[in-house]
């Protein structure tokens, strides 16, 4: 297994009122988000981004921090999974242009409304079934994505992130440390089927064999 590492920590930090999110979100606003559709990245808040836009200010910060970690250079190849609309893949290609990107999402609308320097790298496909062939790619990253499956599907994808990767890759998970956090996360979640705490995540990626590195995200 890999190591725990916030390969996120210059992304900035948003002030969240977990308050006013318990309030307002229902379990129909949780089934409209899980479409992961137009609703989802720039529709109404309640179910989800609220509007799904590019700033610069979000991953610029986190590039470098990335780069340094794997030695990313102009020659490397890279997969996002759940990209999105391929916001990072677009800052990343900003900095290292000759670098050989691929984005997946499963969502249509995301992919048919990315960023259009980048759109012709990325497609849609479910990460439990990645269009790749084996050792595809030198990382491959996957930022707040397969917690958004069940159990079964999220360590399928957490294999076939092993399988597309030549043994580099970082993923994000929603995850807890204690009962306060626990409840904090049930009543923020919005999309993921999949939640447990920390020590459980360890204990599944050994389990599935899972060997790349990870880090958590706890509201």
Request: hydrophobic letters at 40%; proline letters at 4%.
């Amino acid at each position: 297994m890999g190591k725990e590492i916030d390969l996120l920590v210059n992304y900035p930090k948003t002030k969240r009122n977990l308050e006013e999110r318990v309030a307002s979100k229902t379990e129909a606003d949780r089934s409209i988000a899980r479409q992961f559709g137009r609703d989802f990245f720039d529709g109404d808040r309640n179910h989800g981004y609220g509007g799904f836009n590019y700033f610069p200010r979000f991953w610029q910060p986190v590039i470098p921090t990335f780069q340094e970690h794997w030695g990313l250079s102009k020659n490397s190849s890279i997969l996002d999974v759940g990209c999105a609309k391929g916001f990072f893949l677009f800052d990343l290609k900003q900095e290292l242009p000759s670098i050989s990107i691929n984005g997946v999402d499963i969502s249509e609308y995301a992919i048919e409304n990315a960023k259009p320097e980048v759109k012709e790298y990325l497609q849609v496909a479910n990460a439990t079934k990645l269009p790749f062939a084996d050792d595809s790619f030198d990382f491959v990253m996957s930022i707040n994505t397969v917690h958004n499956l069940n159990r079964e599907e999220c360590a399928i994808s957490l294999q076939e992130i092993e399988r597309v990767s030549r043994g580099n890759s970082f993923i994000t998970v929603d995850a807890y440390r204690n009962a306060e956090e626990k409840a904090r996360m049930e009543a923020w979640n919005l999309t993921a089927l999949t939640m447990m705490s920390v020590d459980e995540w360890k204990e599944f990626f050994l389990e599935i064999g899972y060997t790349g590195d990870y880090y958590w995200f706890i509201p």
